[in-house]
């Protein structure tokens, strides 16, 4: 089944560092790269990080990303407010031969 | 990155064609991956398909039946075509692009797009 899963929510205290998992098939994250995006409230969705692990420039090197065997994991250090947001894995699935979304995390800086 | 803006009616009725336009400045459409991506609010994200200039379109198989992603290289924009609306289209429809289908550099604001009678 090409499904991308990820926990519904998350959250952390300022300065704190949280991850949110993403959990794919060896059809999609098993053979493919993971993309990560940030949807702040009411915006479109911004790449915060390429090819597993590469963050585009601009963004701050406190997002960091990995992935292992059909898992992959989006990591935020030093938790600021304004890290509030969706967040959204992505990754080429071999079987649809398309892009396959997970469902998205809120993260909740309390 | 290029700049993206979606265009399109924001009420279609049941059974009609949704159709929106995304124009591109700042760059040339004749390079990279066009997508379209809509999300139900509060929901998650879901793939429609993205067109590559020299390769031709690529949709997702639950909605290939009645999608249709074309580029217009004179008028620097592409287009979506989604055939027999239903409620369930309703949607924040954006426009895309980037240097691989999973690799979106830029993407519009997003367009709110409703199916109603």
Known sequence: QSVLTQPPSASGTPGQRVTISCSGSSSNIGNNFVFWYQQLPGTAPKLLIYRSNQRPSGVPDRFSGSKSDTSASLAISGLRSEDEADYFCASWDDNLSGVLFGGGTTLTVL | ?117
């Open chain 2, 1 to 117: 990155q290029v700049q993206l803006q979606e265009s399109g009616p924001g009420l279609v009725k049941p059974s009609e064609t949704l159709s929106l336009t995304c124009g591109v400045s700042g760059g040339s459409i004749t390079s990279d991956y066009w997508s379209w991506i809509r999300q139900v609010p509060g929901r998650g994200l879901q793939w429609i398909g993205y067109i590559y200039y020299s390769g031709g379109p690529n949709y997702n198989p639950s909605l290939k039946s009645r999608v249709t992603i074309s580029i217009d290289t004179s008028k620097n924009q592409f287009s979506l075509k989604l055939d027999s609306a239903t409620a369930a289209d309703t949607a924040i429809y954006y426009c895309a692009n980037g240097p691989g289908a999973t690799r979106l550099t830029s993407w519009g604001q997003g367009t709110l797009v409703t199916v109603s009678s």
